[in-house]
Every structure is written in C-alpha cells, then in structure tokens.
C-alpha cells in the first residue's frame, strides 16, 4: 500500500514553496505575461535562496541535491531524479519534487518552468547520466529538446542526426519548443544514430547552449506559459563530445529508446503536477469568488438538490483528487525503484485533462469575472493547454497505457 499522507521530512519544502506562489509569483504572474520573453529577475534570488537551502541541508528536494560524490542532482521545485536507482539516491526526491511544483504552479506555471537550473533537461541528466556527467552537469541549468517541425508525440520518428566522428558526435537538424531553450546552459538534444533503426537508435546529447552548431531560430509566440521562453534551434555540423552522449551509446535492437526513454518516465508525473497544482488554483479562486456571491457547495449533500454551479465544483474536486493520487503514485513508484511508465503516463494523462477542464470551467462558472484580466482565471484557462501536450500528448498517453495494459509493442499497437 501506498501511504498518501505527506511525509513531515516534506512539511517545510512545502510551506516554501507555497509561500514563493503566493508571495513571488502571483504578484508578478501578469506582468510576465504580458512581457513575454523579458527573463523574470525576481526568480535569481529565489534560486540563490534555493541553492543554499539545498547545500545546507535545511530542505531537500529544494532545487538541487547532492550525492555522496558530489555531483548536485535536480530536484524539488524543478526538476526530479529516479529514486532508489543506487545507494546514494536519496529515497523521497520525486516525492518532493512533484509536491514542490503542485505548490509554486498554485501560483504561475510559466514562472515555475524559468526557475533557474529547474529544467526538464536536468531531469533526463539525473535519469539517465553517469556519475561523471552529472558532477559535470549536475549545477547547470538543462533544457531538452525533442519535438522537430515533422516530429511531434512521435518520438521515435526523430530525424536529427548524430554521427560518429573519432570522439564526437556531429548533430544535424531542427528542434522546436524547447522550453527555456534561450535561457538555459545546456540542451539535452534527442537524435539518432540511424534512422533506418527508428526508434532503438534515439540517444540524447547534452549540448553546452554557447556550442557554435547550435543555432537560435527563434523565440515562440504563445497561447500561455508566456514567462517561460520557448525556442527553436538549428543544429548545424554541431560537433558534441562522444562522453556527453547520456547513457548506453550502444544501439540495443531489442529494447526501445533505452536511457532515452527513461526521462519519461521522470518528467511525466512532473508536468502532471503542474497540471494538478494549477488545477488547485482554479477551483480555490473559483470557489472564493462564487461564494462572494453566495454560492457555496456542500460536499454532504446530494448533487441533485445543489445549485449547478456548486455541483460542478465538487465533481471537479474529485477529478483533481484522482490525479493528485495518480501523481503521488506514479512519484513514489520512482522513488522505490518500481517501474512506473505505465503510471507514469495514467498520471499524465488525467491531470492533464482535468486541468484544462476545470480551467475552462471555472472561466464558465464565474462569467464576466472569469473572461477578464481582473482575476487570474482567464490566464490559467490559457496556461492549462500545454499540460496536456508537451512531455507527450493526451492521445499518446493513452496509447502507452494501452500497450501496458494489453502487454503489446509499439509495432502492434499505433
């Protein structure tokens, strides 16, 4: 059995955290938006602050960990590691991890994804690198780039390539939202080593962001998350040394994505818990304001009898326990080593929906308030659509699970 009650080693990361939603990023949310790609200076001392709580111990999970050899992995408010992977992983890191983001996402998503050092990228470094990358890489700030123009939730049809050069890997092709791509130091690039091979030959490369073959496009324009920037990049004869590539650099025919793969299953229940913790934000402010116009739900009572609106908001409610519980699960899977791609994707799947249900809905139920910038709803209603994209679609988790379900491959089930 799973015990679901937050464990009390976790009680101050999580009044940290609460407090940079409430006191941090809420005050600052619209202004970020509405001044897209203007990096938030107010978050460079947050992390300062973060960063010392880690190194003195005073709170784990708080933006990055050390190992017993040095290396700092991420964690917390950022990005997670896979717990009880060996004897120096300290059991709890996912756990606090997702817990950490349902907290500062309360307050804005955008702002949550520009923490620096936080990326998704550091979670595929902690996944899936040795121990000799992650003293190199372990501090820097990752962000990972996947999707290209003709690529999108199908991974294993990736066409940047990467070819074996005396002791490094030239990359060529296009990467698209790359979340933090400007900003960070490093891009962990997804490519293959042959595309005959589909997807068996994806590997991933951390990329230094100041590599002259790794070229800015652009900056995108966005429906939400408008204070994280989104970048496209070029790899142009971009020349990375072969010890960077993460994990086997073999090309294993009878399994899948190998190490690559293993990111996943990291940052899936991550991006879950920024859909549930926004999903928090939603139903707190929507319930705040309908009882200023005296409506209020009444859990104990029979939907039926109740107001639409009340209704409503308990049906939500127990939509948002369900992917709360099917985050903390797939978290703590993680975290005792129990394989978790399967839950990992469950997890995905129904926070991402659900947060862009109860977004919109909560917009509905609150009218004219709702629509206008006056209150924060509207902007959470275009933040929430993401979650259900990035880190894979709601269709390909679905089909993950699917394939786990029924115990069938990729070639299958499509």
Not at 316 to 335: F, I, Q
Request: proline letters at 4%.
């Amino acid at each position: 059995m799973i015990d679901l009650e937050v464990p009390k080693k976790f009680i101050p990361l999580l009044k940290q955290a609460s407090g940079l939603a409430d006191e941090v990023f809420r005050p600052i949310s619209r202004k970020y938006d509405l001044a897209e790609h203007e990096y938030p200076r107010e978050l460079d001392l947050m992390s300062a602050v973060i960063d010392g709580l880690s190194d003195s111990g005073a709170s784990q999970g708080a933006g990055a960990r050390t190992t017993s050899g040095g290396a700092k992995e991420p964690a917390g408010v950022g990005a997670g590691s896979r717990g009880a992977k060996t004897k120096e992983t300290v059991n709890g890191s996912n756990l606090s991890s997702v817990l950490s983001i349902m907290q500062t996402c309360r307050g804005d998503v955008g702002l949550t994804l520009t923490l620096p050092r936080q990326g998704l990228g550091n979670a595929a470094i902690a996944a899936v690198a040795n121990d000799q990358q992650k003293e190199r890489y372990g501090s820097k700030w990752a962000a990972m780039a996947i999707t290209e123009p003709d690529t999108g939730s199908d991974s294993g049809a990736i066409r940047t390539t990467a070819t074996k050069d005396g002791d490094e890997y030239v990359l060529n092709g296009e990467k698209i939202f790359v979340t933090s791509g400007e900003r960070a130091e490093l891009v962990v690039v997804w490519a293959t080593l042959d595309r005959s091979l589909g997807k068996k030959a994806i590997k991933s490369f951390v990329v230094r962001r100041d590599n002259p073959g790794l070229k800015l496009v652009r900056l995108e324009h966005k429906l939400g998350i408008r204070a994280s920037d989104t970048a496209a990049f070029s790899l142009d004869n971009c020349r990375v040394p072969a010890e960077d590539l993460l994990g086997d650099p073999e090309i294993r025919t009878e399994g899948g994505f190998g190490g690559a793969m293993q990111t996943f299953d990291n940052t899936r229940p991550l991006v879950a818990a920024m859909a549930v913790g926004l999903t928090r934000a939603s139903l707190d402010l929507a319930t705040e304001l309908l009882g200023k116009a005296g409506l209020t739900a009444d859990p104990d009572a029979p939907l039926h009898t109740q107001p639409y609106a009340a209704a409503r908001l308990l049906q939500m409610e127990a939509d948002y326990e369900a992917a709360y519980l099917l985050t903390m699960r797939a978290a703590w899977m993680a975290d005792n080593g129990k394989p978790n791609s399967m839950q990992a994707s469950m997890a995905k799947a129904k926070a991402g929906r659900t947060c862009v249900e109860v977004a919109l809905t909560c917009v509905q139920l609150c009218g004219a308030t709702g629509y206008a910038e006056t209150e924060l709803l509207e902007k959470w209603a275009r933040d929430s659509k993401i979650l259900d994209i990035f880190e894979g679609t709601q269709q390909i988790q679905l089909l993950v699970v699917a394939r786990r379900l029924l115990e069938l491959s990729s070639s299958e089930l499509k």
